[in-house]
Every structure is written in structure tokens, then in C-alpha cells.
């Protein structure tokens, strides 16, 4: 992995939670997209009824510090999703963030790397170029290359400043929303060095196609997925498949489908028992002594 060196942090207060650093995880332009001009931008989008930000060119990371009287030790990257075409800020990324910080759980939000939104509405361009889906994942193939560089980064950074984070190297874990379950999968099936490989992960409503399903696991990663049986995308049975993946490996592995819920409930609140999916992998985390 290409050597990384943060160059500036930004402090900004965030309600009873300490602060949230903005962290840029390469000093020059991200290595193999040096020749991308699009300038990352934030929206609120009416399709997905929550903050968006899209046109990410340079990965970065923001850090919600655990609340120092609960903090025991772990840290969670969090992925969002959008289809590689924005990512779901709020409801996938900073709303958990806060929850586990408040918990006692160092978070960090990952912003990583996306396609280029040619219009302000990356949603409904996202939902335009999936109706030929053959084609969006021939577009979207080398971003999530990409994107899973850039959580093994953030996950490199993380562990070397472990002690500045005051987290333990070894209670690291990784949770993805949609597109950003594929993103964090990459760290936990491809990763080639020990410094990027979590130590737990969580995959939401995720989709990940034959090359993942495929993948060797490597070495015991307990696994935690959830979904719901209505997911628009129909991404459900992945989750099952993603499920019977661990399971035929003899891993650790928890899966719950919620009958109603829709794709990329996240954080929301729909008056149905998936609002609560949290609160269960709260206690998954709880079981495997990480909270």
C-alpha cells in the first residue's frame, strides 16, 4: 500500500460528543486518479430525504472521539453508501458515528472516493445510469478498487495513531452501508498486509458480487449483516449469501432480515421494528466484548 501522511486537521465541536476532526488521508492527489478535476460537494437530496455529499476526489476521514468516561478501546470505520455515486452522510455515516462515540467507541466516517456527478442531483443520476446495470458496474469496477484503498488507508492511519485515538490496535472494526459494505469487504477479503485487515465488520443491506462471494476469508473476523426482505435493489438474498459465506467457513456470524424496511434505512426511523437494528448490533458488539 502507498504511504500515507495526513496533512491538516480541522476541529469542529459536535454536540456532547469532544470534537470532529476532518483528516485528509493523502498530502497530494489520491494515487491513480491525480488527473480528476471534480470538487467535492454536499446536498440534500430529495430522492434518498437526507444529506448526500458527492464528487469525492480526495478520500478523507472525519473522527468522532469516544466519550473518554465509556471509552473502552474500539474504533469502527464507517462506509457509506450512494452507489458509488455520492454517500449518505448523515443516515449512514455521522448519525452512527455519534451513537458510538456516545458508547464509548471511537468513529471514524469515511469518505471515499466516488464517480464523477456531471449534474447537483447524484441520487437521481445514480438511479438513471443503474437502469443498464451491466454497464454501471463496468463503471463502478475500478471505483471500488479504489474505495477499498482508501478504507485500508483510513484503517492503516487508525492503528498507527492508536494511542493518540486512545483505541487498541487490536479492537478495530468496519461497518458498511450498501456500496459501502463492498468498500469495507475489500479491507476484510483483500487486504495484503496486517495493518489494514479489521478485526471485526458489518455489512448493511450490502450487495457484494462473485469476486467477494469467492474470496478466501482470512483467519477468524466475526461478521455481523442485516437487511430488509422488501430492499428495492432486491440486495437481500447477497446478505444471505454473504451469511452462508462465513458460515460454510466455520466463522463467527450473525444475520438478521427484517421483514420491512426498504434499501438504506440506515439510521432513519420508519415507525418499524428495523429503526431498532442498531440496538441489535449494539449487542452483537456487546457479545463479542468490543462495546
Same mark, same amino acid.
Given at each position: ?84 455515486? %455520492? ?31 456531471? %449534474? ?157 437494528? %442498531? ?13
Amino acid at each position: 500500500m502507498k504511504k500515507f501522511i495526513i496533512a491538516s486537521v480541522f476541529l469542529i465541536g459536535i454536540n456532547n460528543i469532544q470534537a470532529q476532526k476532518s483528516i485528509p488521508l493523502y498530502t497530494v492527489k489520491a494515487p491513480g486518479t491525480e488527473s480528476w478535476k471534480q470538487k467535492e460537494a454536499q446536498t440534500y437530496s430529495d430522492l434518498f430525504k437526507t444529506e448526500v455529499v458527492y464528487n469525492v476526489a480526495q478520500p478523507s476521514i472525519l473522527v468522532f472521539e469516544a466519550d473518554k468516561v465509556k471509552a473502552n478501546g474500539t474504533a469502527i470505520v464507517i462506509a457509506p453508501g450512494g452507489g458509488f455515486q %455520492s454517500l449518505s452522510i448523515n443516515r449512514e455515516g455521522i448519525d452512527l458515528a455519534k451513537k458510538l462515540a456516545e458508547n464509548g467507541i471511537t468513529a471514524i466516517v469515511l469518505k471515499y472516493r466516488l464517480l464523477e456527478t456531471k %449534474s447537483n442531483d447524484p441520487a437521481r443520476e445514480m438511479m438513471e445510469n443503474i437502469k443498464d446495470r451491466k454497464a454501471f458496474d463496468a463503471k463502478t469496477a475500478p471505483i471500488k478498487v479504489m474505495a477499498g484503498e482508501d478504507i485500508k488507508t483510513a484503517i492503516s492511519y487508525v492503528r498507527a495513531h492508536a494511542k493518540e485515538l486512545n483505541i487498541q490496535t487490536d479492537k478495530l472494526g468496519v461497518i458498511g452501508f450498501s456500496a459501502g459494505a463492498s468498500v469495507i469487504l475489500e479491507s476484510v477479503l483483500h487486504s495484503k498486509e496486517a495493518s489494514t485487515l479489521p478485526n471485526f465488520a458489518a455489512s448493511i443491506y450490502g450487495g457484494p458480487n462473485e469476486d467477494i462471494l469467492n474470496s478466501k476469508i482470512p483467519g477468524s473476523i466475526p461478521m455481523f449483516i442485516c437487511a430488509a426482505t422488501d430492499d428495492q435493489l432486491k440486495l437481500a438474498p447477497k446478505s444471505i449469501q454473504l451469511y452462508n459465506k462465513w458460515l460454510d467457513a466455520g466463522q463467527p456470524v450473525e444475520l438478521h432480515i427484517y421483514e420491512k424496511g426498504g434499501h438504506g434505512f440506515g439510521m432513519g426511523i420508519q415507525n418499524l421494528p428495523v429503526d431498532k437494528w %442498531s440496538d441489535v448490533y449494539f449487542d452483537w458488539l456487546k457479545f463479542h466484548k468490543f462495546l
